[in-house]
């Protein structure tokens, strides 16, 4: 098990928990590991997390669909009720929000099956992630709304390292680098951490680590 530990920066009502160490993701090598599980699973910390993220688009933005990433399934219902209980226009013929995940090919494509299609098709859709460290998961999701027809109303997570994706798309984030001054991500083949021969101490994805 990591030594997690909360940051001393708390934004309304929510906390970041994270062990530092070498870890390796999808596209790169980190000396944070940032833990969102109760975020993500625990309903009071998924709804505190949801209306501080609903502050960013209240009164500005159209949202139709809250696509979820990373697991975060429970916090976009949560912003969705959050976003309708505030009022937030849609253009949906029941003035509702759709809450849906894509699926990922074994080439790791995100794709949409027919019977969601029309759920992102002609719609506003809000990007959800748990974190964003280089940027890639998050351009490759707005890539696949813009494939099906869909509009990017806004991509938000709980963490991001990067303000904004390669296409100059902000990244809205209720903690940056300034909340952990001193984290840090590298391609595998440039890894300080590696050159100095730290040994990996977890695999990270979107669904948690596994330590080696």
Do not use: W
């Not at 994270?18 to 000396?31: C, R």
């Not at 253009?91 to 494509?109: D, G, K, R």
């Not at 890639?136 to 390292?161: E, H, K, Q, W």
């Not at 952990?180 to 300080?192: E, I, Q, R, V």
């Amino acid at each position: 098990m990591l030594n997690l530990v909360k940051l001393p920066v708390l934004k309304s009502n929510v906390a970041l928990r994270v062990s530092k160490g070498h870890f390796v993701t999808n596209h790169s090598h980190i000396n944070y590991y940032i833990d969102v599980t109760f975020q993500k699973s625990r309903l009071s910390e998924a709804q505190a997390t949801a209306k501080a993220l609903a502050r960013q688009y209240v009164n500005t933005t159209i949202v139709d669909t809250i696509l979820c990433l990373d697991g975060m399934e429970v916090v976009g219902t949560c912003l969705a009720e959050e976003l309708t209980k505030a009022g937030v226009m849609s253009i949906n013929a029941h003035q509702t929000i759709y809450v849906v995940t894509p699926e990922t090919s074994s080439e790791s494509q995100l794709f949409f099956r027919e019977s969601l299609q029309p759920m992102i098709r002609g719609k506003h859709v809000l990007i959800l992630l748990a974190s964003a460290t280089t940027g890639i998961t998050a351009s490759r999701s707005a890539d696949c709304v813009r494939y099906y027809g869909g509009c990017v109303a806004g991509l938000s997570a709980i963490y991001s390292a990067i303000d904004t994706t390669e296409d100059g798309t902000p990244i809205n984030a209720l903690f940056h680098v300034a909340d952990l001054p001193d984290y840090a991500g590298y391609s595998a083949h440039n890894c300080p951490m590696c050159r100095r021969g730290e040994k990996i101490d977890a695999l990270v994805t979107g669904n948690g680590y596994s330590t080696l």
